[in-house]
């Protein structure tokens, strides 16, 4: 059975850092593109940010571009969102997902963490 | 940069009633798109992929239909467990969700 399981959220301050974690299970995870999606409180989907299956690419929206860093551990089936200079716009449900599709479908989606950036 | 035009942004209906949502590419995305279902506090979940195709598990009430720009999404018999919000998303270039369509009961 496919698992992903975010952890990591919690309460920030304006300016600080934190990092999100995904474990994945159930699957291959290194042959796949991951991604991370959020959605503020209220609000619909936005993606925010890609990697392919080996680490080598990434993308992100233009909102967290030079603030967020997506990494992946193949051997240890993690995910990673490193999230710096943190904004109150950043709050949101983070979610991971993993992409299909060549990439970019969004087959199966984890629980989701909450980030709260607020002083 | 791409832009998806989601309509209606809600909905009543009646179960047993068919329900349609379009959603509106700014450019030519090919059959790149996706539609998902969200219910309140829990993940969004796959429905349709490469515009038309129902993702494994999925009853066939549910439908996706179009290319280029013009995309429809279909329940053909509104259930009571339906109730939750649809998303389009393209992926043409960096992914994008469309807005978002809230189904409720009439």
């Known amino acids: 059975e496919v698992q992903l399981v975010e952890s990591g959220g919690g309460l920030v301050q304006p300016g600080g850092s934190l990092r999100l974690s995904c474990a994945a299970s159930?699957?291959?995870?290194?042959?796949?593109?991951m991604h991370w999606v959020r959605q503020a409180p209220g609000k619909g989907l936005v993606w925010v940010s890609r990697i392919n299956s080996d680490g080598s690419s990434t993308s992100y929206a233009d909102s967290v571009k030079g603030r967020f860093t997506i990494s992946r551990d193949n051997a240890k089936n993690t995910l990673y969102l490193q999230m710096n200079s943190l904004r109150a716009e950043d709050t949101a449900v983070y979610y991971c997902?993993?992409?299909?599709?060549?990439?970019?479908?969004?087959?199966?989606w984890g629980q989701g963490t909450l980030v709260t950036v607020s002083s | 940069d791409i832009q998806m035009t989601q309509s209606p942004s809600s909905l009543s209906a009646s179960v047993g009633d068919r329900v349609t949502i379009t959603c509106q590419a700014s450019q030519d995305i090919s059959n790149y798109l996706n539609w998902y279902q969200q219910k309140p506090g829990k993940a969004p979940k796959l429905l349709i992929y490469?515009?038309?195709n129902l993702e494994t598990g999925v009853p066939s009430r549910f439908s996706g239909s179009g290319s280029g720009t013009d995309f429809t999404f279909t329940i053909s018999s509104l259930q009571p467990e339906d109730i939750a919000t649809y998303y389009c998303?393209?992926?043409?270039?960096?992914?994008?969700f469309g807005g978002g369509t809230k189904v409720e009961i009439k």
């Open positions: 997902a993993r992409g299909d599709c060549g990439g970019d479908c969004f087959d199966y």
């Open positions: 998303q393209q992926y043409d270039n960096l992914p994008l």
């Open positions: 490469d515009a038309s």
């Open positions: 159930g699957f291959t995870f290194s042959s796949y593109w």
